[in-house]
C-alpha cells in the first residue's frame, strides 16, 4: 500500500540523478524500521517523512481558499496547518522513530579524487539482504516468521555497526 511504503521493512533513500549531477555528491541512506512493526506504525512513519511535501501542498491549498477573505488569515490557515501536522506527526511517531535504524552513506568527487563518507558496505549488504527476503516471502519460499527473523537480523547489523536512529 502506498500510504505504508514500498517494503515493509524501511525504505531507502538515495539522491535523485539530477541532484547527482549537479550537485557530484551521490548518497543513500536505509532506514529499517523495528520488526514487528505493523501496517499502522507504518503509515504514521511515512506520514512524518512525507509531511513536508503533502503538508506544504495542503498549506498552498488553504493559503488559496482563505486568500479572497484576508490576507492575514491566508498566512495564519497555511502556517497553522503546516505547524500542527509537524507538530502531531513528531509527537505521534517519536517512539517508532527512536525504534527504527538508519545506515548511510555518500561519494563526492573533488577534482580527480573520489571521496567516500558513511558505511556503505553494511548499506549495500543490508539493502541487499532485506530485498532478499521480501523476494524470498513473495515467492513463498518463507514464511511471515522467517521473514521477520531475518528482518532482525538486519536491524541487529545495524545497531552492532553504531548506526543511529531515526531523528
Not at 511504503?5 to 524500521?33: C, K, N
Not at 512525507?50 to 497555511?78: K, N
Request: proline share 3%; charged share 20%.
Amino acid at each position: 500500500m502506498l500510504s505504508e511504503g514500498r517494503h515493509p521493512w524501511g525504505y531507502l533513500d538515495q539522491t535523485s540523478s539530477a541532484s547527482a549531477h549537479r550537485s557530484g555528491v551521490v548518497s543513500h541512506r536505509l532506514v529499517v524500521f523495528a520488526p514487528g512493526t505493523n501496517a499502522a506504525e507504518r503509515r504514521i512513519l511515512m506520514a512524518y517523512r512525507q509531511w513536508p511535501l503533502v503538508g506544504g501542498l495542503g498549506a498552498l491549498v488553504t493559503a488559496m481558499v482563505l486568500a479572497p477573505v484576508a490576507s492575514w488569515a491566508a498566512l495564519v490557515g497555511m502556517l497553522g496547518l503546516y505547524v500542527a501536522g509537524c507538530m502531531v506527526l513528531a509527537r505521534v511517531s517519536r517512539e517508532l522513530r527512536r525504534a527504527c535504524r538508519s545506515v548511510s552513506a555518500s561519494s563526492m568527487v573533488v577534482g580527480t579524487t573520489l571521496h567516500r563518507a558513511g558505511d556503505a558496505r553494511t548499506l549495500g549488504a543490508c539493502r541487499a539482504a532485506l530485498l532478499a527476503l521480501e523476494k524470498r516471502k513473495d515467492r513463498g519460499e518463507i514464511g511471515e516468521v522467517e521473514f521477520e527473523a531475518g528482518w532482525g537480523q538486519v536491524y541487529a547489523t545495524i545497531t552492532a555497526a553504531g548506526q543511529p536512529s531515526v531523528r
